[in-house]
């Protein structure tokens, strides 16, 4: 079976599946293997990865994953100790995580625990036997071996894991183990005397020089009546645990603590009280950034324009319609520690706004006097007192793009300015992608970082990761 190498896909695959994964609360592995999986699901035809097996119309074939798959899938060895009755709640613990657990019996796990109770908790066909041809005709264990996330040993007795530090691949359980390309984890049980012997020493410490991990043993009672001391396998829950944390390690929260303030999508200025002034924002961008800012960990507090968006996951949202109603709830949302003005406010607004419909009258057409908006962007980068310490614009430009955009930070006192083009020939506006510029002030000068075009949520990851390295980097330099 081949295997995929994340690194080595197209930048904007990359970007997508990051911000797919940071979104869902998963590792990029776990992203692919669920993307994969829905693409399965809605497949028309039948799924036949595996070809029957030869000569063998009544026997079973080796399962095969069907529907949405599994976030996760563990191969769970089970050796022969007493402590194998609690790999049948391991399986359980594993199994309520979302983890899909095939599981391997040795000969001598077969004396604990048997094979039916073990299918009947895991859902799957257990193995036990290298020389099963039902299973072997594909080379069933290095499919075992390497077509799961994680190895977990557990109970994995003295024998185990004597078998395994020294390459033996004699019985389905060490062929596995030495077969395999995926972490494995031990989850030893033994009794004190064998745990202290200076072969276990010996192979624990080969074991973990192979980089092999180890949860337990702990200390407590044995089985042997009267015997105690360090050997007794980990708790289920413990084991279960310890393989949720290396399949799933926690995201990267790069703005965890920091409060971020975003303003998305357009406003609307009201003429009469049917009849409104508009632009054609649909707030995609601004939505995307609060996004990633809330997957990169910050509170979110997203103060939106009339858009036809749902709320982002996780976000404080306050909708507002106007300029002043959204510079009102800017405002009232301050502090922060990062502040993004990504909404196409309305220039202007109509002073002389009717109470009621404007009637078509002989007069002619109603005589509209404009007022200008406030600049939300500007009065918060100039506030003295409750500045964000980073304060990023954007320039919506049709024209002279860089220069108007440099002119803008200097002239509302941004630190950062997001500049994109969105004259209609590059369906920005409304659209799905954008082509940005990050201008920002750097050792005293203004720099210009083009990016390459991307969908407004990759222009939101990349600008987010921007910020996060910001935040610990001291060469910020203030609005002058
Ligand atoms: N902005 C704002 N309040 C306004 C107008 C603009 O907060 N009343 C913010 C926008 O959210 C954006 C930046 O200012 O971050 C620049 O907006 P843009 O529409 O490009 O520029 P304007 O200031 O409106 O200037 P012009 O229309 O002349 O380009």
Known sequence: MASLTIRKLDEGIKTYLRLRSARNRRSVEEEVR??????????????????APPAASSSTPM????????????????GGGIAAYKSLDLIRRLKERRIEVRCVLTKAAQQFVTPLAVSALSHERVYTDLFDPQSEFDAGHIRLARECD???????TADLMAKMANGHADDLASAILLATNRKVLLAPAMNPLMWNNAATRRNVAQLQRDGVMLIGPNSGEMAEAGEAGIGRMSEAIEIAAAAERLLRPP???PLAGKRVLITAGPTHEPIDPVRYIANRSSGKQGFAIAAAAQAAGAEVILVSGP????????????????????????????????????????????????EQKLK????????????????????????????????IGFAAETEHLIDNAKSKLARKGCDWIVANDVSPATGVM?????????????DGEIAVDSWPVMTKEQVAIELVAHIAKSVTDKSLEPAS
Not at 63 to 78: D, K
Not at 372 to 381: F, G, M, S, V
Not at 430 to 442: A, P
């Open 251 to 253: 995201v990267p929260r």
């Open 34 to 51: 669920v993307i994969l999986g829905e693409l399965i699901e809605g497949r028309e035809e039948p799924l036949t990865p595996f070809a």
């Open 63 to 78: 399962p095969q994953r069907s529907g949405a798959l599994p976030e996760a899938s563990v191969t769970l060895i089970i």
């Open 307 to 354: 858009v036809d968006l749902g709320d982002p996951h996780g976000v404080t949202v306050k909708h507002v319609e106007s300029a002043r109603q959204m510079l009102e709830q800017v405002q009232a949302v301050l502090p922060a520690d990062i502040a993004i003005f990504a909404a196409a406010v309305a220039d202007w607004r109509v002073a002389n706004e009717g």
């Open 150 to 156: 994680l190895i977990v040993v557990a109970p994995a």
């Open 360 to 391: 078509k009258t002989s007069a002619g057409m109603p005589p509209l006097q404009l007022v200008e908006n406030p600049d939300i962007l500007a009065t918060i980068a100039k506030l003295t007192d409750k500045r964000p310490p980073l304060v």
């Open 430 to 442: 409304g659209g799905d992608r954008n082509t940005v510029h990050l201008i920002s002030r750097k």
